[in-house]
């Protein structure tokens, strides 16, 4: 008698689906899932991706959550974007932006560049001293280092470090909490 286990793909017998998040379940016996709104997904034993097969477009899975694994600058940039808007309607401000280095090539022609100064004038040293620090809608950007060995980086695409307060600058004002 086979394992039930065998009879599904690697993520198991149901997964929440990467565009609409609602519970799809295992087609038994392939390595597929069906979601009735966006159609059939493939689960990638080898690279533990999941693609779609309509659009080509894979995710990868950490700590429960899917990660949509960008070949395009539009694709990430839009994903940052609708960061934003959610963390903005629920009263946080972002304050700086790591993305993963993998995306570095990717997104460095969409990145603004304005001068920081980074060096605060002294008696001894009068010149503040400037760098110019990449930017991406008005945050701080850095990227993840390249040394890091830790799979996190190789999954998730970017985090946004936040604090509580109205956004400055922000294009939505009717979506704001008052």
Known sequence: ?????????????????????????????????????????????????????QSSRQWKRWEGKWYRQHTHPDGIRFEIHEALDRLYTKGFRATKLTIANRYEMLVSRSLELRAAQTHIPSKSDPQPQQSHVPVLYGLPVTFSEHNNLDAKWQIVNFELETEPGVPHRYPYHYLLRE
Request: proline share 8%.
């Open 1 to 53: 008698m086979l394992e039930p286990s065998l009879h599904y793909p690697i993520f198991g017998a149901e997964i929440l689906c990467p565009h609409c998040r609602q519970t799809i379940q295992a087609l038994t016996l392939t390595d597929s899932y069906l979601c009735d709104r966006h159609g059939a997904f493939e689960a990638n034993p080898d690279t533990e991706e999941l693609v779609h097969l």
